[in-house]
């Protein structure tokens, strides 16, 4: 169900969820959650269910069991909006969580830093380490591969009998790769492969590479 | 003054201008006069804002005496136009005679339109009549204060509502009513509709069922026949004739001969695009037409569109090209012809436009129907009899529309707030929710106080807050604010203005369209050639192009579909085809007569245009008789094509597709694409459908049709682009607005996430519910599908496997807008579309 690849002689898995592991680092690394943003909608007046706030937290908690890491990256976009209560389910969340957190800073993260590192957060506007770069847009810096997220990427595929298909996915070209976002109130943004991109869709229970 | 002095008053203006008044006119004054409420029936042009103007204003000289000298102030009428563009029309009028008698009356317009000066001058001193439009009523409601500007409301017209009954808007309008009747104890209420086939629940809705009011009211039918003469244009080699295709281009050339013999002509087409392009071609080809030739659809800035109006009044035109804009209202005297391009797509629709000319009473309506392909003649050939037998549709209004109720609460809320036990029995006593429950209006009340039914931890849900007086009231500012805004946003697209770079606003476009393309792009609009510069702050700034090959724009809602009595007219027709073309090989008559009513076996000329497709037709598959049910199936590079033809309608076809494919789907995994138009429709699959399945596991049954289309997954796919209105009026969807910069960025978000996320968490909202049933009592007929189904069952099931696609076939799967429907796992059909790629 997930799709390995070994870039820099390193292992990463790509997890149906969006998610993806560093097998070397025990880093799991997650991008564009958008916690909040039920709440932020609802404060504003529109009716958004209540229980789809559960449902961003229940899937963070299957893909750490799943993996059980034992740091956490967020690339950016963790927060919709500015403070609400969902803040305090964050808050327990992260009570039961082992592993250290770090959120690299993306342009939705307007909470102030001071709020999250008096939860054992760590703010960082980038991750460097060994050939790696991890930010929250998209960026091309020589010598390195970049994992991001902020796109939302999706891709639209087709088939006999007018069959049409638009999926989320991990998207990779040469030396970057984009994350798709694992919030659940979130959309999609289509992206047109060329050349040598490689996409790897995600299905609620699978991983598949249409480069294959 | 007594009745017959005011009545005399009124006959002596008519006579001033060497009028006569109709008879229908005397009735509606005397009705009027006598307190009564009722529901006028009478079409355009035939002087029906006199019939209920005249009785407004000799009321108040009865109840004014002195209203020579003494004025009495306050809003006295209320006027209703569902279309901004008719109100300066209805002023004029309502001025000429107000003024003439020498009433001291004053005529105000307040529309979307009204500059913020005039609002706040009206909200001082309202104008003795004003024209306006339900958006605008609801945001009157939505003001402080209110009931004290309604009190001496002595009448309210609702002009064209049979465009509004049927519509969410007509719902805006009940609800209006309902208030009103509580804080204007003295309003008569009055309804101007054309003919529709259901007048008599036209004006129960508009009255309220079994209510006081329409108790005491009447119907008042004008009854002015008009002679209609329809002609369809032929070419004269239908060998040339696509088989396909809705634009009708390849009949510019015959049409302009049409316009060149008369005073002034107006084409209209059934899209916006349709419209852009007729109007580019012509003067392409044409470019003697410039400066006689002008363009009227929805989308075009209002100037313009009063200019062009002015512009057919003063005869200074030869032609317009028209969408349903020009369908309402507006008396244009010049207009000698009409010509329709393409399937009007119901009679009373075609019988409104015909209307269009020959206003002077006694002339012909002439109307020209251009088929734009060949089926299409079919069609015309219904049309004709339609006309004669003057078959009108139905329209059917809302029940339950909670997202309409939900708005409406929170109007109140916004304004001088509600206690629930007040409004209950107003809002119970409409035509909308004569069956909402108890249950249902608390759940109501709980949803826009809580957000939801149950109080939550760590809850910030905020919009109307109940105080301690048990008063619903929204209080804080910024909710109000937008909610304001979002009143007149029931129409349903997001739209943006489109500017020049050096200022001049052109009209507004769809966004979705827009999104399409990049700057530097071009592509046509109000008859220009436009160049894409940048999206700015919900703008599109343009530049003009000289480049050629454009885009044009599509607008969506230019897909109608055939009415039940369209079907059963364009049905008959197929038959007389049938047998006519059987009897043309065999010569034999007998057979003819025996199965067709006597008299009605007449082949017209659009039937005998047909004969060489027809001929192809049968060569290749079979026309159908009355009682068989044909079935195509051939294969081609797309894949394996499985056709039926009901003949019932678009709506019909595609609930029938989508429960057909969902049954099939059962049987054994496998994905389709469906496609319908109004004769039949396709199920396309990169499998073959067994056919002798189909059959033998009776699967055109009208058993459990309702529980299967509920699964089929088409249904929630239309379920969710039902949702998409509903939320916007619900007010959990913030759209935005064109020319108002409003930070709401982090409040845009798609209605097709929430649906999704309505699905998952919440699928017993009931707007969310709402959406799967306006799918399934508006958009998929429910009633007429289990006709449809019943009568082919009694049919004899006629599968013919083709070589290739038929000319009955043609236009079906050739059509773009497909659903879908898939029984595959989503997992195994990525993996089998990849492989189908490495066949390509």
Same mark, same amino acid.
């Given at each position: 169900m997930t799709k390995t690849l070994t870039l820099h002689n390193n292992t990463f898995i790509l997890h149906p969820s969006g998610a993806m592991f560093w097998e070397e680092e025990d880093l799991l690394v997650i991008s564009d959650v958008h916690l909040g943003k039920v709440s932020h909608f609802r404060k504003f007046g529109s009716a958004v269910p209540q229980k789809a706030i559960a449902g961003n937290f229940q899937k963070m908690n299957e893909v750490i069991a799943f993996f059980e890491p034992s740091k956490i990256a967020f690339l950016g976009d963790l927060f919709h909006s500015s403070l609400n209560k969902e803040w305090l389910f964050f808050e327990h969340w992260l009570d039961q969580i082992s592993a250290e957190v770090i959120l690299v800073e993306g342009n939705h993260d307007i909470i102030s830093p001071l709020k999250y590192e008096a939860l054992g957060v760590f703010l960082t506007p980038e991750i460097v380490l060994k050939n790696f770069l991890f930010t929250h847009h998209p960026e091309e810096r020589a010598g390195f591969f970049n994992f991001s997220g902020h796109i939302h990427p999706g891709v639209k595929i087709s088939g006999i009998g007018r069959q049409q298909l638009k999926l989320s996915c991990f998207f990779k070209s040469k030396d970057q790769l984009i994350l798709p976002a694992f919030g659940e109130f979130t959309g999609k943004h289509i992206l047109v492969p060329q050349g040598d991109d490689e996409v790897y869709v995600v299905t609620k229970k699978e991983v598949i590479c249409l480069n294959d | 003054?007594?009745?017959?002095?005011?009545?005399?008053?009124?006959?002596?203006?008519?006579?001033?201008?060497?009028?006569?008044?109709?008879?229908?006119?005397?009735?509606?004054?005397?009705?009027?006069?006598?307190?009564?409420?009722?529901?006028?029936?009478?079409?355009?042009?035939?002087?029906?804002?006199?019939?209920?103007?005249?009785?407004?204003?000799?009321?108040? &000289?009865?109840?004014?005496?002195?209203?020579?000298?003494?004025?009495?102030?306050?809003?006295?009428?209320?006027?209703?136009?569902?279309?901004?563009?008719? @109100?300066?029309?209805?002023?004029?009028?309502?001025?000429?005679?107000?003024?003439?008698?020498?009433?001291?009356?004053?005529?105000?317009?307040?529309?979307?339109?009204?500059?913020?000066?005039?609002?706040?001058?009206?909200?001082?001193?309202?104008?003795?009549?004003?024209?306006?439009?339900?958006? @605008?009523?609801?945001?009157?409601?939505?003001?402080?204060?209110?009931?004290?500007?309604?009190?001496?409301?002595?009448?309210?017209?609702?002009?064209?509502?049979?465009?509004?009954?049927? $519509?969410?808007?007509?719902?805006?309008?009940?609800?209006?009513?309902?208030?009103? *009747?509580?804080?204007?104890?003295?309003? /008569?209420?009055?309804?101007?509709?054309?003919?529709?086939?259901?007048?008599?629940?036209?004006?129960?809705?508009?009255?309220?069922?079994?209510?006081?009011?329409?108790?005491?009211?009447?119907?008042?039918?004008?009854? &002015? *026949?008009?002679?209609?003469?329809?002609?369809?244009?032929?070419?004269?080699?239908?060998?040339?004739?696509?088989?396909?295709?809705?634009?009708?281009?390849?009949?510019?050339?015959?049409?302009?001969?049409?316009?060149?013999?008369?005073?002034?002509?107006?084409?209209?087409?059934?899209?916006?695009?349709?419209?852009?392009? +007729?109007?580019?071609?012509?003067?392409?080809?044409?470019?003697?037409?410039?400066?006689?030739?002008?363009?009227?659809?929805?989308?075009?800035? /209002?100037?313009?569109?009063?200019?062009?109006?002015?512009?057919?009044?003063?005869?200074?035109?030869?032609?317009?090209?028209?969408?349903?804009?020009?369908?309402?209202?507006?008396?244009?005297?010049?207009?000698?012809?009409?010509?329709?391009?393409?399937?009007?797509?119901?009679?009373?629709?075609?019988?409104?436009?015909?209307?269009?000319?020959?206003?002077?009473?006694?002339?012909?309506?002439?109307?020209?129907?251009?088929?734009?392909?060949?089926?299409?003649?079919?069609?015309?050939?219904?049309?004709?009899?339609?006309?004669?037998?003057?078959?009108?549709?139905?329209?059917?209004?809302?029940?339950?529309?909670?997202?309409?109720?939900?708005?409406?609460?929170?109007?109140?809320?916004?304004?001088?707030?509600?206690?629930?036990?007040?409004?209950?029995?107003?809002?119970?006593?409409?035509?909308?929710?004569?069956?909402?429950?108890?249950?249902?209006?608390? +759940?109501?009340?709980?949803?826009?106080?809580?957000?939801?039914? $149950?109080?939550?931890?760590?809850?910030?849900?905020? /919009?109307?807050?109940?105080?301690?007086?048990?008063?619903?009231?929204?209080?804080?500012?910024?909710?109000?604010?937008?909610?304001?805004?979002?009143?007149?946003?029931?129409?349903?697209?997001?739209?943006?203005?489109?500017?020049?770079?050096?200022?001049?606003?052109?009209?507004?476009?769809?966004?979705?369209? &827009?999104?399409?393309?990049?700057?530097?792009?071009?592509?046509?609009?109000?008859?220009?050639?436009?160049?894409?510069?940048?999206?700015?702050?919900?703008?599109?700034?343009?530049?003009?192009?000289?480049?050629?090959?454009?885009?044009?724009?599509?607008?969506?809602?230019?897909?109608?579909?055939?009415?039940?009595?369209?079907?059963?007219?364009?049905?008959?027709?197929?038959?007389?085809?049938?047998?006519?073309?059987?009897?043309?090989?065999?010569?034999?008559?007998?057979?003819?007569?025996?199965?067709?009513?006597?008299?009605?076996?007449?082949? @017209?000329?659009?039937?005998?245009?047909?004969?060489?497709?027809f001929q192809r037709q049968k060569r290749e598959s079979i026309i159908p008789k009355k009682d068989e049910f044909l079935i195509e199936t051939f294969k081609t590079r797309e894949g394996y094509h499985a056709i039926f033809y009901p003949f019932e309608g678009r709506f019909v076809h595609e609930a029938m597709a989508s429960l057909l494919a969902y049954r099939i789907s059962l049987l054994s995994p496998i994905t389709f694409s469906l496609a319908f138009n109004d004769y039949g429709f396709e199920l396309l699959s990169d499998q073959q459908i067994d056919m002798q399945q189909v059959f033998d596991n009776n699967l055109f049954s009208a058993e459990y049709l309702m529980d299967d289309l509920q699964k089929s997954l088409n249904a929630t796919e239309m379920a969710r682009r039902k949702f998409r209105d509903i939320a916007v009026i619900a007010g959990m969807v913030f759209t935005g607005f064109p020319n108002k910069m409003i930070k709401t960025k982090h409040l845009q978000s798609n209605s097709q996430l929430l649906f999704s996320v309505f699905r998952d968490y919440e699928p017993d909202n009931l707007l969310f519910q709402q959406a799967f049933r306006e799918t399934f009592e508006h958009q998929l007929e429910e009633g007429r599908l289990r006709l449809a189904m019943e009568r082919i069952s009694e049919q004899k099931l006629v599968w013919k496997q083709c070589e290739k696609p038929t000319p009955f076939a043609f236009p079906i799967i050739t059509d773009r807008m497909r659903e879908k429907l898939s029984s595959e796992k989503l997992e195994d059909r990525i993996k089998k579309m990849m492989a189908q790629w490495g066949d390509l």
């Open positions: - | 003054m007594n009745q017959k002095q005011l009545i005399k008053l009124a006959n002596d203006w008519f006579k001033s201008r060497s009028w006569k008044s109709f008879a229908f006119q005397k009735e509606s004054w005397k009705a009027f006069l006598d307190g009564k409420h009722g529901l006028l029936n009478a079409p355009t042009g035939s002087g029906k804002t006199y019939a209920l103007w005249v009785p407004i204003v000799l009321d108040y &000289i009865r109840q004014n005496p002195d209203y020579k000298t003494k004025h009495k102030p306050g809003l006295k009428a209320i006027w209703i136009t569902p279309l901004r563009a008719l @109100s300066v029309e209805i002023e004029q009028a309502a001025n000429r005679f107000a003024q003439d008698i020498g009433s001291g009356l004053t005529v105000g317009i307040r529309t979307g339109d009204t500059s913020q000066k005039l609002r706040a001058a009206q909200k001082k001193q309202m104008p003795d009549l004003l024209i306006t439009t339900p958006e @605008s009523l609801q945001l009157l409601l939505a003001s402080k204060g209110y009931e004290k500007t309604f009190k001496d409301l002595n009448a309210i017209v609702i002009d064209e509502w049979h465009e509004l009954l049927g $519509t969410k808007r007509g719902v805006q309008i009940e609800l209006a009513l309902s208030r009103l *009747k509580t804080v204007s104890p003295k309003m /008569k209420i009055w309804g101007i509709s054309a003919t529709i086939g259901n007048l008599q629940e036209a004006r129960e809705v508009l009255l309220g069922p079994g209510s006081e009011a329409f108790q005491n009211s009447v119907l008042i039918r004008a009854d &002015i *026949k008009k002679k209609i003469s329809v002609k369809s244009i032929i070419p004269e080699k239908m060998e040339t004739f696509p088989w396909r295709g809705h634009l009708g281009l390849h009949l510019l050339d015959e049409v302009v001969p049409i316009i060149r013999k008369s005073r002034t002509t107006l084409l209209f087409t059934n899209t916006r695009s349709q419209c852009e392009i +007729w109007f580019q071609r012509i003067l392409q080809k044409y470019p003697e037409f410039a400066g006689e030739l002008a363009m009227h659809h929805g989308s075009i800035n /209002k100037e313009t569109r009063l200019w062009v109006e002015q512009a057919i009044r003063d005869e200074q035109l030869k032609a317009v090209v028209a969408t349903s804009s020009l369908d309402l209202g507006v008396d244009f005297a010049p207009v000698e012809t009409i010509i329709q391009i393409g399937g009007p797509k119901g009679v009373a629709r075609f019988l409104q436009r015909a209307g269009r000319s020959g206003h002077q009473p006694g002339k012909e309506s002439v109307i020209y129907f251009l088929p734009t392909h060949a089926m299409e003649l079919i069609e015309a050939s219904a049309l004709q009899k339609a006309v004669r037998h003057t078959v009108v549709e139905d329209r059917i209004p809302y029940l339950n529309s909670f997202d309409v109720l939900v708005q409406y609460l929170t109007t109140l809320a916004v304004s001088d707030g509600f206690f629930p036990q007040e409004i209950w029995p107003e809002v119970k006593s409409t035509f909308c929710y004569q069956a909402l429950s108890e249950e249902q209006w608390e +759940w109501l009340l709980n949803f826009i106080t809580q957000g939801s039914q $149950t109080l939550q931890a760590y809850d910030e849900y905020k /919009k109307v807050e109940i105080g301690e007086d048990g008063l619903f009231k929204v209080n804080n500012r910024a909710i109000a604010m937008r909610h304001r805004l979002q009143i007149g946003t029931i129409v349903s697209d997001a739209v943006l203005a489109v500017k020049f770079l050096g200022g001049g606003y052109i009209g507004t476009i769809e966004e979705w369209f &827009i999104s399409k393309l990049n700057p530097g792009d071009v592509f046509t609009f109000a008859g220009k050639n436009l160049e894409l510069y940048q999206i700015k702050n919900m703008q599109v700034i343009v530049k003009k192009s000289k480049v050629k090959n454009s885009r044009f724009p599509s607008w969506a809602g230019g897909r109608m579909s055939f009415s039940a009595e369209m079907s059963e007219l364009l049905r008959e027709e197929m038959f007389v085809a049938s047998e006519l073309e059987a009897d043309s090989q065999q010569n034999v008559s007998s057979s003819t007569s025996a199965a067709l009513d006597a008299g009605s076996v007449e082949k @017209s000329i659009e039937l005998k245009a047909m004969h060489n497709i």
